[in-house]
């Protein structure tokens, strides 16, 4: 599976983005989708999952502000980020996997290149 993410920019404080995750291959429908992302200095963090059966699971800093959806025929998973806070600002990753646990970034197997999203106060 390769996966390109898009959406990343720049926005002001209380600003939404969507950002998109495109998947390749016919199995996409198959596989658990995370968003992860990694502020400057700071390791890599969970964020939202989405299971292949149609579990989401959020990081309790961002939960009731954004929210991860999938279109398996479009093979893409999305990250609808509203109310977004500076604290936000990093580069957002989504990862692909047949895993056990949706939020630990080690048990999957793609990633895509990173997105950035700058917040501004």
């Known amino acids: 599976v390769q996966l390109q993410a898009s959406g990343g920019g720049l926005v002001q404080a209380g600003g939404s983005l969507r950002l998109s995750c495109a998947g390749s291959?016919?199995?996409?429908?198959?596989?658990?989708m995370g968003w992860f992302r990694q502020a400057p200095g700071k390791e890599r963090e969970f964020v939202a999952a989405?299971?292949?059966?149609?579990?989401?699971r959020y990081a309790d800093s961002v939960k009731d502000r954004f929210t991860i959806s999938r279109d398996n025929v479009k093979n893409t998973v999305y990250l609808q980020m509203n109310s977004l806070k500076p604290k936000d600002t990093a580069v957002y990753y989504c990862?692909?996997?047949?895993?056990?646990?949706?939020?630990?970034?080690?048990?999957?197997?793609?990633w895509g290149q990173g997105t950035l999203v700058t917040v501004s106060s």
């Open positions: 291959g016919r199995t996409f429908g198959r596989y658990d």
């Open positions: 990862a692909a996997g047949q895993v056990r646990h949706t939020t630990l970034e080690h048990e999957y197997d793609y």
């Open positions: 989405h299971s292949w059966s149609g579990i989401t």
